[in-house]
């Protein structure tokens, strides 16, 4: 019972699939010329003259057809490429300019504050301040002390 169920669909399957399957050897095709009203010795697809020169004009021309756009899609890439490039180049360079200015005026501005600093003439100026400041707080004080009596 067990063999009739499985054996039989399967062996049916089997030999009906070999003979539905097709296989094709020549990978050349088959070609004739035909004139109007004549019976076409196989079966297939007819092309007139212009729709076989169309075909081998597509053929023909499709693989240059393709090496066009990769050329052109390169070249825009590159093209892409070197506009960032230079458009980084001259932000790297705007950068660089202004570090060096601000470099420039810190440098300016230390230098200014050194020469304050270290000036020979401020110690001068400090005594000619303490003297002045001194002399005037004793006129003040004479003075306020004169008018109280």
């Not at 009906?16 to 297939?44: R, V, W």
């Not at 303490?130 to 306020?144: K, V």
């Amino acid at each position: 019972m067990f063999l009739k169920k499985i054996i039989i669909p399967i062996s049916i399957l089997l030999i009906s699939s070999n003979a539905i399957a097709q296989t094709t050897t020549s990978t050349a095709g088959k070609f004739t010329q035909l004139d109007k009203g004549e019976e076409a010795p196989f079966s297939g697809t007819l092309f007139d003259p212009q729709a076989v020169a169309k075909i081998i004009a597509d053929k023909k021309y499709a693989k240059k057809d393709c090496e066009l756009k990769s050329k052109y899609e390169k070249d825009l890439k590159d093209a892409k490429c070197i506009r960032d490039t230079k458009l980084l180049k001259s932000e790297l360079e705007i950068e660089k300019n202004k570090f060096n200015l601000i470099v420039a005026a810190q440098k300016e501005e230390i230098e200014t504050l050194r020469n304050l600093a270290k000036g020979s003439d401020s110690t001068l100026w400090a005594a000619i301040g303490f003297a002045l400041g001194t002399a005037s707080s004793i006129a003040i004080f004479y003075a306020a002390t004169e008018i109280a009596k």
